[in-house]
């Protein structure tokens, strides 16, 4: 989607017909930006293409949408139209909607709206703008230029940004994962399959034997308890979703308390300390599970190296194996006559030549005994270094165990302190007390979690294909039954392919935007962090200590806020490539694949940044995407912006708000000129005037 | 990688699968864009005339 104008009409503060046009997608100066006073219509207009694609607004603008100023102008029984048309091209081809409803003012001088309606109109091959879909139809082909789930990482409020990088958004951030993956078609399809093939196990059952008919219904009652279990599952994830969230404004708002900060600061560095001893723990427990796979049997065969050895000695010594001497050497010995210190040979030693000569005849048998020998002894070594590394890992292992019960014990301890009303008053004490029970909530709905996702849903599942082995396997009696089953197989078949096919993809898409992320962020941080998003979907910073990653505790709004624009900017990347791919793909993969190019429209990116971010942040923003709009106060806009973003911009406006307070006009320097930006008249309604910046 | 794993996927269904599957993904991708309302008939239909 690449936008070309906007037109507002009577909409918010923006009074008569207003237009802005963008500036170009895909250009060095890409950008379009609108200069606006507190009140003079940023969020409006920000709202106004959220409004204008799906009817709603977000949560920053409440109704009503219709001008102040039209409306107190109207005479009774008038009425005006309230519209906002955003015209886009999209895959090569231009489109306009348009939104609008009509506001009626009644005798009493109370005002009512119609109901909103879209109208979608695409330019035809003359020219000309021809409307497109049925009722409804309107709202879903916008709906596929950009989903409706996507919206909020493309038109957002800046100062909000940071809350993606909270612990509780993981959800949103899988959302923006599981929409480009296009979810929906996956889930629906596996969904009416397993409703096809409940519909087929039915039907058969009128074919059925008795023993079939028996099968069938545990079938049935196994999948209904299946179902179940996938309900709990949801459920638990989201108290856990929501036990997180809770958490962490309770630890907010403990950090704010006087009477504990230095409690609090010095549990923050235990937990820091007890994460890290998590992680080297858990890496050790890898590297112990990779040796144990690597060289455990090892441990199996030690008695075995000796055994080899004494049976190949003692076969020696009975002359049932040959002896460590070679023929050709003993062939010179007999034909000389002379021992290899020179003196000849006695009798006894001649025969005792000849019978060594019978035995020195297999020389290939001899290498392998030796070639076995050696490999024994190697794996001997091997045993040696593995029992060695065990131990070591063991030791280590035992230290960080002891660590963890100590710093177990210290973060306990400063739980109670925290929590003591006498020493840390009423509000801590309380606060501690509900994060303790949080915690606790958050431990038994995991536990239950991990219950149920790695034994009871896995048990039932194996059953349940066990149960299906059993059915194909079991005669129907006739040949209706027998297609039935053949058609049960493969729609399961076909489920299960989906789910596989899922599963992959939506590793693949979260791989490539942790990867994408990490570089967008890596052009933009100040500090040495990594960023990714982690198998749980949660955007993460994390640093290197020592070699090992440990996350980053305690980061700024700044930096929180640049690693959600990262991620942001890793959709938008991701998306693109989606498209230019299903160019390229088969007519089945084009069905599970979705994309597109999109714009960015930031309402204040830059607010909470500290000055270390934002230049950089500034010069960055114009390369995340094809299209930035990015709309700033004067306060958002300082000097190093100013300059960082020049040389990109395409397009600048200003909303000149016009009021009745008398507080003095107000100018803003735009690229070394001064702007009118509050005005004042005697206008009964504050009203803004878009004015473009020309040079 | 994934990718081909995915498309390995899809090769090792039966030639009838993959055409039901095709069938399968088109009846949905009709409904979620709206172009027609769901059926559940039509699921049930592509399954018998695709798998005999």
Redesign the interface.
């Known amino acids: 989607m690449k936008l070309l104008d906007l037109k507002m009409q009577n909409f918010r503060q923006f009074f008569g017909e207003q237009s802005i046009t963008f500036a170009a997608s895909g250009t060095d100066r890409n950008v379009t930006v609108i200069h606006g006073f507190n009140g003079a219509g940023k969020t409006a207009l920000l709202n106004a293409f959220v409004w204008c694609l799906y009817g709603e607004t977000t949560g920053d603008l409440t109704p009503p949408l219709g001008s102040e100023r039209a409306l107190a102008a109207l005479p009774p029984g008038e009425q005006v139209t309230v519209s906002v048309r955003l015209t886009f091209e999209a895959h090569g081809e231009t489109y306009v909607a348009e939104r609008r409803f009509t506001a009626q003012k009644d005798a009493a001088g109370s005002s009512k709206e119609s109901p909103s309606v879209l109208v979608l109109k695409k330019r035809s091959l003359t020219g000309e703008f021809e409307p497109l879909g049925s009722k ?2 309107a709202q ?1 082909y916008i709906d ?1 230029k950009l989903p409706p789930e996507l919206y909020p990482f493309f038109f957002f409020n800046g100062e909000r940004m940071e809350a993606l990088a909270g612990p509780g958004a993981y959800d949103k951030v899988e959302v923006g994962v599981r929409t480009l993956l296009d979810v ?2 996956y889930d ?2 596996s969904r ?2 397993n ?2 093939s409940r ?2 196990s039915k039907e058969l059952a009128q074919f059925a034997t008795d023993e079939l008919k028996e099968a069938l219904i545990e079938q049935a009652g196994l999948d209904s308890t299946r179902l179940g279990f996938l309900d709990s599952v949801d459920i638990k994830r989201k108290n856990i979703a929501a036990a997180e969230n809770e958490l962490e404004e309770v630890d907010r708002q403990l950090s704010g308390l006087n009477e504990v900060r230095e409690l609090i600061d010095e549990r923050k560095f235990a937990l820091a300390q007890e994460q890290s001893v998590r992680q080297q723990l858990a890496s050790l427990r890898d590297d112990k599970a990779r040796q144990l796979s690597r060289n455990g049997y090892l441990s199996f065969a030690k008695t075995l190296f000796t055994d080899v050895d004494n049976l190949v000695n003692s076969a020696r010594q009975r002359g049932d194996l040959p002896a460590k001497v070679k023929p050709q050497f003993v062939d010179d010995l007999l034909a000389q006559g002379v021992c290899i210190c020179g003196r000849p040979i006695t009798d006894h030693e001649h025969k005792a030549l000849i019978g060594w000569r019978r035995t020195t005849g297999l020389a290939e048998l001899e290498s392998a005994i030796s070639a076995v020998g050696q490999d024994v002894k190697n794996l001997e070594g091997r045993c040696e270094e593995y029992f060695t590394d065990v131990d070591r890992l063991q030791a280590e292992m035992s230290i960080l165990e002891a660590d963890r019960r100590n710093l177990g014990d210290v973060l306990s301890a400063l739980s109670s302190k925290i929590g003591d009303r006498d020493s840390s008053g009423e509000v801590a004490a309380n606060l501690e007390n509900r994060r303790e029970r949080l915690k606790g909530t958050l431990r038994e709905q995991e536990l239950d979690l991990a219950l149920i996702e790695k034994g009871k849903l896995p048990d039932i599942e194996e059953a349940i294909r066990e149960l299906e082995r059993k059915i194909a396997k079991m005669k129907s009696g006739n040949e209706k039954g027998e ?1 039935i089953k ?2 049960i197989a ?2 399961q ?2 489920a299960v ?2 789910n ?2 899922y599963e ?2 939506k ?2 898409v979260r791989a490539d935007l942790s990867h994408s992320i990490a570089e967008i962020w890596q052009d933009a941080a100040v500090k040495t962090y990594k960023a990714s998003i982690d198998r749980d979907f949660r955007l993460t910073l994390s640093r290197n200590v020592g070699g090992v990653e440990q996350p980053v505790h305690g980061a700024s709004t700044g930096e929180k806020q640049v690693l959600a624009l990262s991620f942001v900017g890793s959709l938008v990347k991701k998306a693109k490539a989606n498209a230019d791919e299903a160019k390229k793909a088969t ?3 084009r ?2 694949t979705v994309g597109g190019e999109y714009p960015l429209v930031m309402d204040s990116p830059f607010g909470a940044l500290e000055p270390d971010y934002q230049r950089k942040v500034a010069e960055w923003v114009p390369k995340l995407a094809g299209q930035v709009v990015v709309l700033a106060s004067k306060t958002n806009w300082p000097p190093n912006i100013e300059a960082a973003m020049r040389s990109r911009i395409g397009k600048e406006y200003i909303l000149e708000l016009h009021t009745q307070k008398d507080n003095g006009e107000k100018f803003i320097e735009i690229d070394g000129h001064f702007e009118p930006y509050v005005c004042v008249d005697n206008e009964p309604f504050e009203r803004t005037i878009i004015r473009e910046v020309t040079r | 990688m ?2 081909e ?3 390995q ?2 090769l ?3 030639i ?3 055409k ?3 069938r ?3 009846i ?2 009709a ?4 172009l027609k309302p ?1 059926n ?1 008939e039509d ?2 239909k592509a ?2 005339e ?3």
């Open positions: 409804g139809g879903s596929q929906e078609i629906r399809s009416h399959l409703v096809a519909e087929l297609a053949r058609q493969a729609v078949r076909l392919a989906l596989e096919i992959i993809k590793q693949e007519e089945a993969e069905e599970l | 994934s990718k794993k995915a498309r996927i899809l090792d269904l039966s009838e699968e993959r039901l599957l095709t399968v993904l088109k949905e991708r409904t979620i864009n709206q769901r559940q699921l049930m399954i018998k695709e798998i005999k």
